[in-house]
């Protein structure tokens, strides 16, 4: 990895030119809210953004997508070509980066996916460095920071940019798109500074250390029984989670029942039919039973295969629960003794 200085007034080249050879997705403004949406004019971006509405991994994996279509008469299967679009995913935060390389872990090891592996290989990351909002935890997790899995990250220092290049395409598009200049010593004080602010920021994280022991010895806790009367299983937090990979395949019929697409979509381990069975057997029916398996299986299951918990932090989770159900608030109130929130 390398670093060099790009004056902010110089941010717009760095966007065009990036936009003459990827199609570019940044975050952009929906109301009062962000999402993450293709860029066409540099003036669109809101790198002032503090979250957006649904995490980066719908560009990677789309809550719906067409596998093959097929034809009854002749019994023409067509697969879909996968999808090598160049892209460019223009600044992500850290806690975002940390949950692609998590979602890398399932879809890239041990059976690969192609229709993520096609997406992943064609996309360039260009992370960007900000503040913790109000409902963000990603210290707890250690996701506060990143150190790979982008091309380009750039961090605010008011009137430029501090510029970490980590790879060779990095490297290439910042010739190619932008004058940069070497850093200076001020440059990397100042560097510093905003690093030691940020962490300065961060007031009243739990510390999560100890949680997967702690889940161990909270199994029976009457806790989930008080969570599983709150949730609606609506699964709102799956769906706006930048680390829920679960879906469900689907054969969607013309009315003629002659042809048809099969779809990958979106699915929630919180919808009550997730594990149900042959002859309507359910392993999990209750409500408590799912909200239980979708915190174990965030900070038990997956630790246990990959040693990382399969949450970044982000919050995006309780902003969306209508039941108001916080992993935050969970932890801190297991870590309190159980039995209530």
Same mark, same amino acid.
């Given at each position: 990895?390398?670093?060099?200085?790009?004056?902010?007034?110089?941010?717009?080249?760095?966007?065009?030119?990036?936009?003459? +050879?990827?199609?570019?997705?940044?975050?952009?403004?929906?109301? $009062?809210?962000?999402?993450?949406?293709?860029?066409?004019?540099?003036?669109?971006?809101?790198?002032?953004?503090?979250?957006?509405?649904?995490?980066?991994?719908?560009?990677?994996?789309?809550?719906?997508e067409?596998?093959?279509?097929?034809?009854?008469?002749?019994s023409?299967?067509?697969?879909?070509?996968l999808?090598?679009?160049?892209?460019?995913?223009?600044?992500?935060?850290? %806690?975002?980066?940390? *949950?692609?390389?998590?979602?890398?872990?399932?879809?890239?090891?041990?059976y690969?996916?192609?229709?993520?592996?096609?997406?992943?290989?064609?996309?360039?990351?260009?992370?960007?460095?900000?503040?913790?909002?109000?409902?963000?935890? %990603?210290?707890?997790?250690?996701?506060?920071?990143?150190?790979?899995?982008?091309?380009?990250?750039?961090?605010?220092?008011?009137?430029r940019?501090?510029?970490?290049?980590?790879?060779?395409?990095?490297?290439?598009?910042? $010739?190619?798109?932008?004058?940069?200049?070497?850093?200076?010593p001020?440059?990397?004080?100042?560097?510093?500074?905003?690093?030691?602010?940020?962490?300065?920021?961060?007031?009243?994280?739990?510390?999560?250390?100890?949680?997967?022991?702690?889940?161990?010895?909270?199994?029976?806790?009457?806790?989930?029984? +008080?969570? *599983?009367?709150?949730?609606?299983?609506?699964?709102?937090?799956s769906?706006?989670?930048?680390?829920?990979? %679960?879906?469900?395949?689907?054969d969607?019929? +013309?009315?003629?029942?002659?042809?048809?697409?099969?779809?990958?979509?979106? $699915?929630? %381990?919180?919808?009550?039919?997730?594990?149900?069975?042959?002859?309507?057997?359910?392993?999990?029916?209750s409500?408590?039973?799912?909200?239980?398996?979708?915190?174990?299986?965030?900070?038990?299951?997956?630790?246990?295969?990959?040693?990382?918990?399969?949450?970044?932090?982000? *919050?995006?989770?309780?902003?969306?629960?209508?039941?108001?159900?916080?992993?935050?608030?969970?932890?801190?109130?297991?870590?309190?003794?159980?039995?209530?929130?």
């Open positions: 990895m390398f670093f060099r200085v790009m004056d902010k007034d110089r941010l717009p080249d760095l966007v065009r030119g990036l936009a003459a +050879e990827y199609e570019v997705i940044g975050p952009i403004a929906k109301g $009062d809210e962000f999402v993450f949406a293709i860029v066409s004019d540099p003036t669109e971006l809101r790198l002032d953004y503090d979250t957006t509405i649904l995490p980066p991994k719908k560009h990677f994996m789309p809550p719906t067409s596998l093959m279509s097929f034809r009854v008469q002749d023409e299967v067509v697969g879909e070509e999808d090598r679009t160049p892209r460019v995913l223009f600044g992500l935060h850290p %806690c975002d980066i940390n *949950g692609l390389m998590l979602m890398d872990n399932v879809f890239l090891q041990g690969e996916d192609p229709y993520y592996k096609a997406r992943r290989e064609s996309t360039l990351i260009v992370g960007l460095n900000c503040m913790p909002h109000e409902g963000c935890f %990603c210290k707890a997790w250690g996701t506060d920071e990143v150190h790979w899995g982008f091309d380009i990250f750039l961090s605010d220092l008011g009137d940019y501090f510029v970490s290049v980590r790879s060779v395409e990095g490297a290439d598009l910042l $010739d190619r798109c932008v004058e940069t200049r070497q850093i200076t001020e440059d990397t004080a100042e560097f510093q500074r905003v690093a030691s602010e940020f962490q300065a920021s961060f007031e009243g994280q739990p510390d999560t250390s100890q949680v997967p022991l702690l889940l161990d010895a909270k199994y029976d806790d009457p806790i989930w029984e +008080e969570l *599983g009367s709150r949730c609606l299983s609506c699964g709102a937090c769906m706006v989670c930048p680390t829920c990979y %679960c879906f469900d395949v689907r969607r019929l +013309e009315p003629d029942g002659q042809e048809g697409t099969r779809e990958r979509v979106w $699915d929630s %381990c919180l919808y009550i039919d997730f594990a149900e069975v042959a002859h309507g057997h359910n392993f999990r029916a409500r408590a039973a799912r909200v239980k398996n979708r915190y174990y299986h965030k900070q038990w299951g997956y630790l246990s295969k990959f040693e990382r918990v399969l949450c970044v932090g982000c *919050g995006r989770c309780a902003s969306a629960c209508k039941a108001d159900i916080n992993p935050r608030i969970v932890i801190e109130a297991l870590q309190a003794g159980g039995g209530s929130l």
